[in-house]
């Protein structure tokens, strides 16, 4: 055998076959959403043997073009921050005031698990333990639901949650968001909104049972009002802190990949609500609708 170097034009090995066929290696449309997808996402070994999502060998054929969802053109902007910086309040805010719809990744999940899919119950157990979902689920929950509405400007709530979430949406939609709206806010302070969140007097309990025995219905109805006054399932001391935890470790990550690329526009979130809200509506102001 000789010692040459390799010519750099020699043909490429082939690429290796995907470990775990998933649903990330189906090719073109997805039938359920209908999207033509411009990478192929196959499992492979990556370091130290954890198995990564890596974008596969795509003829140029194949590729969308740039924030393209089927045929649709959009503009998507991210928003992230900790559990309880106030995202969603502010989300209601632009979705009033400048016209874009509001997904979020949390709520798509929630109301998966309250659909009784074959999923619901994976999905409850992870959000119980404060965890981050598979991104193929999230992801085709996100597809779905942008597909279905008219609308082409979308706040995407909660979503890139992990590295994962962001590589996986970004390989397979194609899409990259116009800009990452970042809710910065201390722990103490998004500490004090959750727990507030779930916070129901005792006082609306007897109110409300007070109302079931009038309408004759206590058996029934008072248990379903019970549930829906409980608040959100991981609004507890226990998971608040897991979800601190995961933020910390995998979502800060994201907001630094996207930070590097310029994009992110960090926003004081622990000013009050109006407040925040003057310095969103500046940086939306370019989005302003037609009157
Ligand atoms: N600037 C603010 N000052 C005080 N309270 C706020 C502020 N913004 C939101 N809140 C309150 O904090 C709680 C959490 O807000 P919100 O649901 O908007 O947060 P979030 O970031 O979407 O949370 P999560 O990530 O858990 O979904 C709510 O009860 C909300 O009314
Ligand atoms: N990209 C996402 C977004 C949310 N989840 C799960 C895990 C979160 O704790 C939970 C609630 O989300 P929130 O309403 O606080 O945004 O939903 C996920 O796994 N992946």
């Known amino acids: 055998a000789t010692d040459r170097p390799t010519p750099q034009h020699a043909p490429r090995a082939p690429p290796t076959p995907p470990c775990d ?26 370091a130290m043997g954890t198995v990564v999502d890596a974008p596969a060998v795509v003829t140029e054929k194949e590729v969308v073009a740039e924030n393209m969802l089927g045929d649709k053109k ?22 009033e005031h400048f016209g874009f719809t509001h997904l979020s990744a949390g709520d798509l999940l929630r109301a998966e698990i309250k659909s009784g ?25 996100l597809q779905q639901a942008m597909i279905k509405n008219e ?22 939609t194609k899409i990259s968001p116009a800009f990452v709206l970042f809710f910065n ?7 004090r909104r959750l727990l507030g969140r779930n916070e129901v007097s005792f006082f609306t309990y007897v109110l409300m049972f007070g109302l079931c025995i009038l309408i004759k219905t206590t058996l029934f109805l008072f248990p379903t009002i019970c549930i829906i006054l409980q608040g959100r399932v991981d609004d507890n001391i226990e998971t608040i802190r897991k979800r601190f ?42 989005y302003a609708k037609a009157t």
């Open 74 to 95: 959009v503009t998507v902007v991210f928003v992230l921050g900790g559990p309880g910086s106030g995202k969603g309040t502010q989300c209601s805010n632009i979705v």
């Open 151 to 172: 609308n082409d400007k979308f706040l995407i709530d909660g979503f890139p949650r992990n590295e994962e979430n962001r590589a996986a949406f970004e390989n397979v």
């Open 117 to 141: 899919s074959e999923n619901g119950t994976m999905i409850e157990n992870m959000i119980k333990e404060g965890k981050i979902v598979p991104s193929e689920v999230t992801i085709k929950l």
């Open 185 to 191: 806010c201390s722990e103490e302070e998004m500490e």
């Open 21 to 46: 066929p998933s649903p990330w290696s189906r090719r073109r449309a997805d039938p359920s959403t209908g999207i033509r997808f411009g990478a192929q996402l196959v499992r492979r070994r990556g």
């Open 245 to 286: 935890k995961v933020f910390v470790e995998s979502s800060l990550p994201v907001i630094e990949y996207y930070d590097a690329k310029d994009k992110v526009k960090k926003i004081d979130a622990a000013k009050p609500i109006p407040e925040v809200f003057e310095d969103v509506k500046a940086i939306f102001a370019p």
